[in-house]
């Protein structure tokens, strides 16, 4: 796959607040096809989460935060588990997508999202600080229902992207699921859910036993 495209944000990795990023449109001449095949995050439960979340969120947030900030709900998360507005865990067990969504699931949480170039950069550093690099690993987006509509599965809206060059590449008309630190940028790539990685989960109120 050439990469003649410039990617949506590009970054070092010395991980200090010195980035180069440079933007770009996202390649709207690969190939479009649909997949009924795929399957997908339980959005509901997630919208049921956030709803509680939001409830709790009000509940918690100190008096007069609202007076034109967003409300700061406070965030607990169990050991091994990171705040970062919401909880994060990397788990380095390999598997498909869909595994690695059904086992997030069972904290009580999906793959993670990614909302912001910082949301971004904390996940690497979360990923190295689990494997001493910048392993290739699952995040919660695919594009499995409608090709090239990407969906995140906790239902957030994706608001945010930072493909590499070329991606997302649909590569054989098969890539419908997002991965995190690929290629030489580190960026996001779209690749086969049935590829087995590591992967990052995010909960807001983790259970502490994925049983
Ligand atoms: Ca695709
Ligand atoms: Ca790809």
């Known amino acids: 796959m050439s990469r003649s495209q410039t990617p949506v944000a ?14 770009t449109l996202r390649d709207s001449t ?17 919208m049921a989460i956030w709803t509680v ?10 008096e007069g935060v609202t007076h034109g900030q967003p409300i700061q ?24 997508w869909t595994e690695a969504e059904t086992e997030c699931l069972k904290y009580g949480g ?16 979360l990923i190295k600080q689990a494997t001493g690099s910048f392993t ?6 695919s594009d499995c229902v409608t090709e090239g509509t990407w969906l995140w ?3 957030s809206k994706m608001s945010f992207q930072n493909w590499g060059p070329t991606q997302p590449s649909n590569y054989l008309g098969k890539e419908n699921c997002l991965e995190i630190n690929y290629g030489d ?15 990052v989960c995010e909960a807001l109120s983790p259970r502490l036993s994925s049983i």
């Open 136 to 141: 290739r690993a699952w995040l919660g987006a």
């Open 10 to 23: 590009r970054h070092t990795h010395t991980h200090t607040q010195t980035h180069t990023r440079t933007h």
């Open 73 to 96: 709900a406070l965030i607990i998360c169990p050991p091994q588990w990171s705040a970062f507005g919401r909880c994060f865990k990397f788990f380095k067990t390999e598997l498909m």
């Open 110 to 125: 999906n793959l993670a999202s990614v909302r912001s170039l910082r949301e971004h950069l904390l996940l690497q550093q």
């Open 53 to 62: 979340f939001l409830f709790l969120g009000v509940l918690l947030a100190p």
């Open 185 to 199: 940028t580190y960026q996001w790539n779209d690749d086969a859910c049935n590829v087995r990685k590591p992967f």
């Open 153 to 155: 599965s906790d239902g």
């Open 30 to 46: 690969e190939e479009k096809k649909n997949n009924s095949s795929c399957q997908f995050g339980d959005s509901p439960v997630a």
